[in-house]
């Protein structure tokens, strides 16, 4: 692709230095980034990538607005409407020597406390006296102007784009620079300003690029509202969903009456294209013997869409989608294009079919799945190791148990075939069918292969049916475990073999089936099903489980110390993740929520108190007949009234009801610190009632940590 960037000698007149006149009203800022073409995986999700990433930087630079990104496959767009033309002044407590050092009795400064004045160049009178618990200290205020936006965004655009991560970053040029793709142009506006910023060699200039076929190859842009009346002129559609409706649109004018399409793979081709135009075209399906979910593939592949009559059959008719324009020669180019690769199927059908299935099993002995880690032999030895554990933890009957294990023994048998070399996505799908050819396998050991890959991609279908959820969740796992054995890691931007997406479909397949496992337990248990026991390498993974957990709820749109409160909570079942979030958010945003936490947070505090200072107590050892005060007596008898329906909501998962359950403690535990001495001096009257309040705090931190809560 070109460079789309208009010469040097246009430039002439750009502002270099900061602009003296602002508005003094709230401002618009643009963000365009161009790409050379973006891989189709990539762009699922990045507009949520950029909104945060964007949002926090602004936050970091104490800058507010109204945050909103496009992602199309040749540009990045952010833009921030509402911004103030400056940061809020900022004042600081800078503290000092001692008082003792810094003044004399009279009050007159010191030699110490002069020189900590020229140090720090401040007048001698700014230099004030505080209390800091039984110290008296000095301190003075550090007033630090606010920057204007327009030299704050020079600053952050640069740090802000090599921030950004992906799965496949590529290098180009020198290889200074990692990105999604190389950059071609940089569109920087701060109303109708050009910000001089530059990255990866790039500067930024008053310039946009249209559709690549239709519109212009550069486009002055004025300011950022302009912006998008130029982009639609020139045949580009920013927005993903508006692409979205106008395919849908245009399928359903031309599709056979009855005919069903997946939305979810016109989403993902559409999200690829700035201008979607589609037709119809047809396939012989008689020419088709291998099953038909590979053909649905193989036009996917090509961006096309397949069709299904209303009992999900694949119909000889598809659709096409293009970029800008089809005419008949583009119409006859892709029906050329997809026969040709229907016939390839074909020929890696009839070779691959050949050959029986206990022979494709044989030949993972050959296929190495990491070096130093071993074969996909060895693999999927530890994967029905690991899925024994899985079904006795889930409790699943010996006669699912005994299909499941035997779904995980055939699952990788398609590694070996021509098929998948060709076409990946086909993985699951062809060893399922190698199964249903053979005869020899139930129905749903060839359902629970084939769907065991799903999900394949961010968005994508997951698998419906208990034993291809667990399969599915325990490959996902294993497949991790092994490569953090092989020594791959994700680091920063880089994760060539995709471990996060590996641990988002594993997650999203666990709350989907409901299975209710330890994250703990499953990371030791998978490293033992390798054979592997490395306390390190299992800190390794699951902070990197954690860290995605985190991602994906703040990605959701979760405020972080509600996140962290229920991720460092102490339950690591993982369905309980999401059920603990979303009760925290629930009770905190009820009249008096915020209230209650910190009445709860009281008492957590008070325990960690007493353990920093060697007391030990338990709540196990509560003794009702030590209680000397009514207030401790009542709180007693509330708790136990409630004791065991708190027990039935947390086995539930229930964590709402149990926050209920538990609020309505609050006016005793209220009263039980406004009455009582915790720390009585007396040791058995003060570990009583620790262990009192430490029966409440231990339910508690089942449903989150809040003192990590941010009041």
Wanted: aromatic share 8%; hydrophobic share 40%.
């Amino acid at each position: 692709m070109s460079l789309r960037q208009p010469e040097p000698s246009s430039l002439v007149g750009l502002p270099l230095s900061e602009p003296l006149q602002y508005n003094l009203g709230k401002m618009e800022f643009l963000l365009e980034i161009g790409v050379e073409d973006l891989p189709a995986g990539a762009i699922p999700g990045f507009c949520e990538n950029l909104t945060r990433s964007f949002q926090n930087l602004l936050e970091e630079n104490r800058l507010s607005g109204e945050i909103e990104a496009w992602v199309t496959i040749r540009r990045l767009v952010v833009r921030a409407k509402g911004l103030p033309p400056k940061q809020p002044d900022k004042i600081t407590e800078v503290l000092g020597p001692p008082a003792s050092a810094a003044f004399l009795p009279n009050g007159a400064l010191t030699q110490t406390g002069l020189g900590y004045c020229r140090a720090h160049k401040i007048n001698p009178k700014e230099l004030k006296i505080k209390e800091d618990g039984k110290k008296k200290v000095t301190y003075y205020l550090k007033k630090e102007k606010g920057k204007t936006a327009y030299r704050l965004l020079r600053e952050m655009i640069p740090s802000f784009l090599a921030s950004l991560s992906f799965e496949l970053p590529m290098r180009w040029g020198e290889g200074e620079v990692a990105f999604v793709r190389p950059i071609t142009s940089i569109l920087a506006l701060l109303e109708d300003k050009v910000l001089p910023v530059a990255f990866a060699g790039i500067k930024a200039k008053p310039f946009t690029f249209g559709h690549p076929t239709l519109g212009a190859t550069v486009i002055k842009v004025k300011s950022p509202s302009d912006y998008f009346q130029v982009l639609r002129k020139n045949f580009v559609m920013l927005n993903g969903q508006e692409r979205f409706q106008r395919a849908v649109e245009k399928v359903n004018k031309i599709k056979p009456t009855g005919a069903s399409f997946s939305q979810k793979v016109l989403d993902q081709i559409v999200q690829t294209l700035e201008y979607p135009q589609v037709a119809k075209s047809k396939i012989d399906l008689k020419k088709i013997p291998y099953p038909k979910e590979i053909a649905a593939l193989v036009i996917e592949r090509l961006k096309c869409l397949p069709l299904y009559d209303p009992k999900g059959n694949l119909l000889p008719e598809f659709i096409i989608i293009t970029d800008g324009q089809i005419t008949a020669e583009i119409k006859k180019g892709f029906h050329w294009v997809l026969m040709g690769r229907l016939e390839d199927a074909l020929f890696f059908w009839q070779e691959d079919t050949r050959i029986p299935v206990p022979e494709h099993h044989k030949k993972l002995a050959k296929v190495i799945f990491q070096a130093g880690v071993g074969t996909l032999s060895d693999y999927v030895r530890a994967l029905e190791a690991f899925v024994d554990k899985v079904a006795s933890g889930l409790k699943i009957s010996a006669e699912e148990r005994e299909e499941l294990m035997i779904a995980a023994r055939m699952a990788k048998i398609d590694a070996t075939t021509s098929m998948v070399r060709e076409f990946p996505e086909v993985t699951g799908i062809m060893a399922g069918s190698l199964l249903e050819k053979d005869g020899g396998y139930s129905r749903r050991v060839c359902e629970t292969v084939k769907s065991h890959h799903l999900p394949r991609y961010s968005g994508d279908d997951l698998p419906h049916e208990r034993p291809a959820q667990v399969l599915s969740f325990c490959d996902k796992m294993m497949h991790l475990c092994g490569l953090f054995l092989a020594g791959v890691e994700p680091s920063g931007s880089s994760d060539p073999y995709g471990l996060r997406r590996l641990a988002q479909g594993m997650l999203e397949v666990a709350w989907a089936g409901n299975l209710r496992l330890s994250l703990n337990e499953l990371v030791s248990n998978g490293l033992k099903s390798w054979g592997k026991e490395d306390g390190g390498l299992k800190k390794k993974i699951n902070d990197f489980l954690y860290q995605r957990l985190e991602n994906i709820f703040e990605n959701r749109g979760f405020r972080p110390d509600i996140v962290a409160s229920a991720l460092y909570a102490g339950n690591d079942i993982l369905t309980a993740y999401p059920a603990r979030i979303s009760a925290l958010v629930n009770f905190i945003s009820s009249p008096a929520g915020t209230a209650k936490v910190t009445t709860f947070t009281r008492i957590t505090n008070i325990l960690v108190q007493a353990r920093e200072k060697g007391i030990a107590f338990s709540s196990q050892e509560v003794q009702p007949q030590l209680f000397t005060e009514e207030a401790e007596k009542e709180l007693f008898r509330a708790w136990n009234i409630r004791a065991a329906r708190i027990e039935n909501f947390l086995e539930a998962e229930q964590f709402e009801k149990a926050l209920g359950e538990l609020s309505e403690l609050d006016l005793f535990i209220n009263r039980f610190f406004d009455k009582v001495l915790v720390m009585a001096p007396d040791e058995g009257l003060r570990r009583n009632r620790l262990a009192l309040l430490d029966k409440i705090a231990s339910v508690l931190f089942l449903i989150g940590d809040l003192r990590r809560i941010q009041i």
